[in-house]
């Protein structure tokens, strides 16, 4: 059999493919759906590489009420460094979209470029996994968390209880995986 080249698809995934299979249930409504959401994913990556490469360079935008010029201009602002990864394990690890730490304070921003409503705790994970990995006390420095997402800017400063339970959480959690992993 001599098998047709596809040298350039290796490594990807049709949104149609059998590794996804879950489509071949879907009615044409779920499937435009599913396609809409997709999408959307594509363009919200999108627009995070460009935010950070505009980040990096200083490159200001129009002062706007969008989330996206907000967002990349209070990062400047704030002299922060976007996507930056924060590491407690192999097990638990993840990259903050913009973060700082100066004058005892801790920003995290995060950019939401979808309609669904954001939560908090993903950035209060990136709170506790910083001063995990940098062992920082939550009480013992100010934490501001933002998240930007339509047009709107949502500011928190966690209680460090809560930081440092989900600290404890992190500990426990990695510790159990690792001794599964060990079992096996």
């Not at 996994?129 to 009480?139: A, H, I, Q």
């Not at 420095?141 to 047009?151: F, G, M, P």
């Not at 966690?158 to 959480?169: G, S």
Request: aromatic share 12%; hydrophobic share 35%.
């Amino acid at each position: 059999m001599i098998w047709n080249e596809h040298g350039k698809l290796r490594g990807q995934h049709a949104f149609l493919s059998a590794s996804k299979y879950h489509w071949i249930n879907y009615d044409l409504d779920k499937l435009g759906e599913s396609y809409r959401s997709f999408q959307a994913v594509q363009r919200g990556t999108k627009l995070h590489a460009l935010a950070q490469g505009l980040i990096e360079e200083k490159i200001r935008q129009a002062r706007t009420k969008k989330t996206f010029n907000m967002y990349v201009n209070d990062a400047i602002g704030y002299n922060m460094l976007p996507e930056q990864v924060l590491y407690f394990s192999e097990n638990c690890f993840g990259t903050a979209d913009c973060i700082s730490f100066r004058d005892n304070t801790l920003r995290i921003h995060d950019l939401k470029t979808g309609s669904i409503p954001a939560h908090m705790e993903q950035l209060e994970i990136y709170a506790a996994l910083f001063c995990l990995e940098y062992r920082y006390k939550p009480d013992e420095i100010k934490i501001e968390l933002r998240i930007y997402q339509n047009d709107d800017i949502e500011i928190e400063e966690p209680d460090p209880n809560y930081i440092y339970e989900i600290m404890d959480k992190i500990v426990e959690f990695d510790k159990y995986l690792c001794d599964l992993k060990a079992e096996e």
